[in-house]
């Protein structure tokens, strides 16, 4: 279930900064970062937040959305 909606004509490019933001506000230490990525990532945070990548950031923006991936966020075939 999302827990937000998309814009009107989302734009790749957007979706991809907030994955990358997501990333470094975690490797930041940012809790309500950390508490996002909680909700919708099933490993969540590493005990290392430095190792929090990329692609665990994108999983978390996608299912912000209710996609059950990445790939299928973008449209792209997994």
């Not at 490993?43 to 912000?64: H, I, K, M, N, W």
């Amino acid at each position: 279930m999302p827990t937000i909606s998309l814009p009107p004509n989302p734009g790749l490019d957007h979706l991809r900064h907030q994955a990358r933001a997501l990333r470094e506000a975690v490797r930041a230490g940012d809790a309500s970062a950390a508490e996002r990525v909680e909700r919708q990532h099933p490993g969540g945070v590493p005990d290392d937040p430095a190792a929090f990548s990329l692609s665990t950031a994108q999983l978390a923006v996608a299912r912000e959305y209710g996609f059950a991936s990445w790939p299928r966020h973008t449209g792209r075939k997994p």
